[in-house]
């Protein structure tokens, strides 16, 4: 096993760890101070529904660059996640995306109900927010600032917005840039940014890691846009061919297939072209990158480049 897979795999266990820390099962259904049972229920539902956990172990592996004490970093990683996860709550409602399978399994509302759907994401996003409050790292002031502003209304909030607004529309190429960016990169940009940020890596080192977390994050949606149109609910763990169907403002849709492919493997490559820079502490951000690139769906059996 390569070196960042292992480590892949350690990280992950220490968030899977950690969330269920973070999110322990309420003996009591409506007792004072403490989450009311069924809401606890379904936000354990979604959050530990299991997933790759990107976000969170870029995290730790970009707090990794500049420093070695990766305790200090998970409370941040655990928001992380849980922000990740509220907006998938949301994304999945009818009003939203209308998905009715995340991860291959029933969506949050679907076992739940919408209001409670609503109510877990609501709570999720907030229990994030106090885990990071109530932490004393020096840098965790400096840490909510770049989270708030990616997941909020001028971030992943502002893509999906215009996701929302412009379904059904002959999507511009600069309208895709915007919406993907926002929706999907700036929560890739909070995890590097954020886990440097938090080790007080050095500006050099956070440069280049903005332009990695630009290129996996662009990578990542293309790959996504195209795997809906390739790919199949078993594999995806949600359903297919909906972007299509909703006219949906893809990548696809404004740069045509042939290109799309040719950009996703462009943007892999640039990303692990970054992340080798980093030299023996970036193998993970590599490795990262590299699966990504291997993720590629296959076109009439065989890669499109």
């Known amino acids: 096993m390569c ?9 992950q266990q220490l968030i ?24 606890n229920e379904a936000m354990r539902y979604s959050l530990l529904a299991g997933g790759k956990r990107l976000r969170p172990i870029m995290l730790i592996a970009a707090y990794s660059l500049a420093k070695e004490q990766l305790e200090e970093c998970l409370p941040f990683a655990v928001a992380l996640e849980m922000i990740h996860t509220y ?6 409602l009818p009003a939203m995306d209308d998905d009715e399978l995340r991860r291959g399994i029933p969506t949050n509302h679907m076992i739940f109900g919408e209001g409670i759907a609503i109510l877990t994401g609501d709570a999720l996003l907030n229990e994030a927010y106090e885990i990071c409050a109530h932490s004393n790292h020096p840098q965790t002031l400096p840490f909510l600032r770049i989270l708030s502003n990616c997941a909020g209304a001028r ?8 996701d929302l607004i412009h379904e059904g529309e002959a999507p511009s190429m600069d309208l895709v840039r915007y919406l993907q960016y926002n929706k999907t990169v700036r929560l890739f940009y909070a995890a590097i940014v954020g886990g440097l ?8 080192l956070v440069e280049a890691g903005k332009l990695y977390a630009t290129a996996y994050g662009t990578a990542f949606q293309i790959i996504d846009d195209l795997s809906d149109i390739f790919s199949d609910a078993e594999t995806m763990g949600k359903n297919t061919q909906k972007d299509k169907n909703r006219q949906k403002p893809t990548w696809p849709a404004a740069f045509g297939v042939e290109q799309s492919f040719v950009d996703a493997k462009t943007y892999c490559d640039e990303a692990i072209n970054i992340a080798e820079q980093f030299g023996e502490r970036g193998i993970l951000l590599a490795y990262l990158a590299q699966q990504l690139l291997v993720s590629i769906p296959k076109q009439g059996g065989v890669y499109y480049v």
């Open 87 to 92: 907006s998938l709550v949301h994304d999945d």
């Open 3 to 11: 070196k960042g897979k292992t480590l892949y795999l350690e990280y």
């Open 197 to 204: 940020t938090l080790a007080s890596a050095k500006v050099s």
């Open 155 to 162: 971030g992943m909030i502002a893509g999906q917005t215009a």
């Open 16 to 39: 899977e760890q950690a969330l269920e820390k973070a999110l322990p099962i309420k003996s009591a259904q409506w007792m004072q101070n403490n989450i009311p049972g069924p809401l």
